[in-house]
Structure formats: C-alpha cells, structure tokens
C-alpha cells in the first residue's frame, strides 16, 4: 500500500513536472553546453535542501541528501541525462524548440524532470536510512558525458554502492517497466577506412587499380564476418554507413581513393575482439588480393551497458510492487542501440531500465524530428527512482 501513495504522492505535483519539462524542451541545449539546464537543476536542488556541486565532467550537476537516519552508511545513485540533439524538430506542439537545428528528440527532458520528481519526493519525505546521489548527466549522445564525469572523479568525491539509470521506450506501452538481468544495450565502435588505389581514365579499367571495385569487395566481405565468425546465440551487427569515392559529375574517372566509415555492436567483450581481429584480417586479405594499400582505423567508443542481474531482479520486483506484475517485463530484449551510462556500470554494480512511453506505432520514436515526450509517465519514472532508494536503505521494518 504504502508503494502505491509513492506514486500517488508525486502524482499531486504532476503539473508541475510537466511544465518543466516542457521548459527544458523548448530551450534544448547539445552536450557540454547544458548551461542553462545545468542552472535550472541547480536551482531547484538548492531550494529543495539538497547539497549542490556544479562542473563535474563540464556541465554536469550532482546533488546530495541524507535520510532521516545514516546509519545504514549505504548511498544509492540515480542518474539523469540532460543533453539535446543536433536536429531540427518538425512536430507543432506549443513548447516546441526555440533554437534551430537543436531538439530534445530523445526523452533527456523527460528524463531530468522525473529525477527532479524523485529529488522533490525524496526531500519532503526523507524516508530512507542512508545517502542519495542524484547525478545530472551532460552530454549522452555520443560525446561521453558519463565518462567525463568520471575522470572527474564522481565515484571518489561520491561513492554509491550502486547506481540505477532509465530511459523511455516508445517500443512499450506507457507506464510499463522493461529490464534484463543482463545487457541492455551494445557496445558501439566505429570504424574508419581508406583504400588507396591507382586511378585513371574509366575507359582504360586495366591500366588502374579501381578503389570502387575494392570497396565493394571489402563490404561483401566484412558482412560474412557476424553470419560466418560469430556464433548464432550471440548478437552483433557491422555496418559500413557510408562510401565516398570519386565524383558524380566525372563518369569516366576512376579515382585513386574510396573511404568508407561505419559501425560495430556487440554485447560481449569475447565476440568485440574477435570482430576486431576478423576486420583486420579481411582487410589484409582484400589488400593483398587487390595489390592495394588499405588502412582500417578502428575506435572503440562505449562499451556493452550490462545490467547486475542482482539489481536487474530488484528494479523488476519494486516495478511490481509500484504497478503489478502486468506492468512489467523482466526479460526484455537487449536493443543494439548504445549508452555511455555503461561506463558507470563498469565501476559500480547497478541496473539501466526502460519506461514505457508508447508512441512508436505512430512514428515518435527515438532521435525522430516528431519526437515528443510522453508527460503522462513522468510520476511513473519518479516513483520508480523513490521507491529503489527506499527498499535499498529502509528506514522502517515495514518497507
């Protein structure tokens, strides 16, 4: 019973939240420049009797709160990102972007208001025995605000002893809470090509050595790599994303150089290298067979977000306490989309959850121009957030 006046107690100031969050939507702001969101979540953390840092890993904010009690000794973290994207919005909604070209396309906004929900819980109640550290990310997409948050020493100046993150799901329906006792989502590196060959007179093939021919070669050949190297059971995918070679207006050149850039994802460290070794040894191999000099960078940029199955269990336990069992999905398939939340998992035990927001069958997803957020879930989200820090550092028997 008492889970469920978690929900309903955030839900009287529901109307609050959702004009926040629409604040922030409407003033997007790209990673390591979430200056006036960073001020915005300050503020409120302040009033809220929060301890405030400011400038951790560039942009980010952290704030700090004891329960009524500490003697459990035991400091839970709770992570928001809060950066926007490189993309003009299209969608007609009143609290639509004022800044050109940027936009919250992927819920960041939605994500800052809930732990904001949670912060505002969490301070007028005080009903855990121990520490929260609520950590406001900057710059998740693809910039590494996570681990630029580390370097600047997050887990030394806070130590949590474990960490919980979420992010909205179009994919399920509103309100419905997705985790696995597992990965999450992939590892993503990227990966740069050159191909250097012998151009010439496109009437005159044989006097070249045609880089286009090779490029083709080499893509058919870095495709059979996850269907012919890379064990059923197990996930990957290889994406060459783009080919620049020659010019659309000089048909009857064949230049001397083709590049080619793209992406790998993967769930396990094991299958990561053997990828690495495959690319290496099929580029070596299309060179030698071409007489060509070709040069494969590869980059590894975040590694595998791969949930604690301790923690995994618990998020899906208080999910069913907060909603029921029907509201919940336990095992849900791993996306191949990446996370820089990973780098935390790596230092601390924790689970990365999904919240339910609806919408894909219409066409809202993730990183779309249409894409708005769901205001409907955010007390969902923040009872979430209150509810793990409660069940992790009880201040009563009865919780």
């Known amino acids: 019973m008492y889970a469920r006046n978690v929900f309903e107690a955030i839900s009287l100031f529901h109307d609050e939240l959702t004009a926040l969050r629409r604040d922030i939507h409407a ?94 819980y969490l301070a007028e109640t005080r009903r855990f025995d121990g520490r929260v550290v609520l950590i406001f990310q900057p710059a998740e997409e693809g910039l590494g605000g996570a681990k630029a948050m580390l370097d600047d020493g997050l887990f030394d100046r806070f130590p949590c002893d474990a960490i919980y993150g979420l992010h909205n799901w179009p994919g399920l329906p509103p309100g419905v809470i997705g985790v696995n006792p597992g990965p ?43 269907s012919r190297n890379v064990p059923a059971p ?13 010019s659309l207006q000089a048909m009857n050149v064949i230049p001397r150089d083709a ?24 580029v070596a191999g299309i060179a030698a067979a071409f007489k060509a000099h070709i040069e494969l960078k590869y980059h590894r940029l975040f590694p ?7 923690h995994a269990h618990f998020v899906a336990e208080v ?27 790596q230092q601390r035990p924790g689970a990365y959850f999904r919240l339910g927001q609806g919408g894909a069958e219409s066409g809202c997803v993730l990183h779309s121009a249409m894409f708005d957020f769901n205001d409907a879930v955010i007390p969902a989200g923040s009872a979430m957030f209150c509810r793990l820090v409660e069940r992790s550092m009880p201040l009563d028997a009865d919780l």
């Open 319 to 345: 999910a069913t306490e907060l909603f029921g069992a029907d509201m919940v999905v336990p095992n849900l398939v791993p996306s191949m989309g990446s996370e820089d939340f990973s780098f935390m998992l």
């Open 234 to 246: 197990e996930a990957a995918v290889i994406t060459v994303a783009a080919v620049n070679a020659g």
């Open 27 to 120: 003033h997007p702001e790209l990673g390591f420049q979430e200056q006036r969101t960073s001020d915005l979540v300050a503020n409120a953390l302040t009033a809220l009797g929060y301890t405030v840092h400011r400038d951790i890993g560039r942009t980010g904010v952290v704030g700090v709160l004891d329960g009524r009690s500490n003697a459990s000794g035991h400091t839970i973290g709770l992570r928001a990102d809060m950066d926007a994207l490189p993309i003009l919005e299209q969608g007609k909604v009143a609290h639509a972007s004022t800044r050109a070209g940027v936009m919250h396309a992927c819920g960041h906004d939605g994500h800052t208001a809930i732990l904001l929900g949670a912060a505002r």
């Open 184 to 226: 999450m989502m992939a590892a993503a590196d990227h990966f740069d090509i050159h191909i250097q060959g012998r151009g010439g007179h496109g009437a005159h093939a044989y006097q070249t050595n045609d880089p286009v021919v090779i490029a083709a070669q080499l893509i058919t050949a870095l495709q059979t790599i996850v």
């Open 304 to 310: 595998a977000t791969v949930n604690t199955p301790e």
């Open 259 to 282: 590049y080619m850039t793209g992406t790998v994802r993967t769930f396990s460290p094991v299958v990561q290298a053997q990828i690495v070794q495959r690319m290496e040894e099929v």
